[in-house]
């Protein structure tokens, strides 16, 4: 079974400094890979996935993830952050389709809580 | 609006009672799921369901029961024998249970224990 690390529990950043989350997943075979955010009192909500193609993924709100299979990550960046981007920010990876029942199931990293100060 | 409802916002229950979470969605979608969110774990996969009258375990589900009757409903029940029920559950939904289909979540449910 596939499984997703965050290593990063809560990062503390100031406003317009630089920010990377890493994400590293098990998992050799084809790979799909979502990073999924949660603002405080919002729901969960997709910030951006990697399905195949260019290996640099843009989402909203200006970040970005790098999928480098050779080091099993993909990690979330974000070049200047804001006081809004104080959220929790989950990788996830999909578990692959192997007939039957386990198609479409997600597993989820720990969560990394990012606290911006203005 | 098309969403995923989920009711009640805050839920309080006395140790032995049984409870049922709310989950509802106007999606059209075809797959529905449970997790249940704790601090420092991430989200963790309770049950899932791909088609009406059906549904399969996920990774955590002893002490939980679901139902599927209808496309639109996936309600969660908390029982008696779930060890350490106090979390936060959110549902979610996607077409048709695939890689490539993003699951939309709800609002959350959060279950306190007394």
């Known amino acids: 079974a596939q499984s997703v690390s965050q290593h990063n529990h809560h990062v503390i950043l100031s406003e317009a400094a630089s920010l990377e989350l890493g994400c590293n997943y098990s998992?050799?075979?084809?790979?799909?890979l979502f990073w999924y955010v949660q603002y405080p009192g919002q729901h969960l909500q997709l910030l951006l996935k990697?399905?195949?193609?260019?290996?640099l993924v843009k989402g909203i709100k200006g970040f970005e993830a790098e999928f480098i299979k050779s080091k099993f990550s993909f990690n979330l960046r974000k070049p200047s952050v804001q006081w809004s981007d104080t959220a929790e920010y989950f990788c996830?990876?999909?578990?692959?389709?192997?007939?039957?029942?386990?198609?479409?199931?997600?597993?989820f990293g720990q969560g990394t809580i990012l606290t911006v100060h203005p | 609006d098309g969403g995923i409802t989920q009711s009640p916002k805050y839920l309080f229950r006395k140790e032995g009672q049984n409870v049922t979470l709310s989950c509802e969605q106007n999606?059209?979608?075809?797959?529905m799921y449970w997790y249940r969110q704790d601090p420092g774990q991430g989200l963790r996969l309770i049950y899932y369901?791909?088609?009406?009258?059906?549904?399969q375990k996920g990774d955590i589900a002893e002490g939980y029961s679901v139902s599927r009757e209808k496309k639109e409903s996936f309600p969660l029940t908390v029982t008696s024998a779930q060890k350490n029920p106090t979390a936060f559950y959110l549902c979610?939904?996607?077409?048709?249970?695939?890689?490539?289909?993003?699951?939309?979540f709800g609002p959350g449910t959060r279950l306190t224990v007394l």
């Open positions: 979610a939904s996607s077409f048709l249970a695939g890689v490539w289909n993003e699951q939309f």
């Open positions: 998992y050799g075979g084809t790979v799909n």
């Open positions: 990697y399905f195949s193609g260019d290996p």
């Open positions: 996830a990876i999909p578990e692959p389709y192997a007939g039957g029942t386990s198609y479409g199931k997600l597993t």
């Open positions: 999606l059209n979608h075809d797959a």
């Open positions: 369901s791909q088609i009406v009258n059906d549904f």
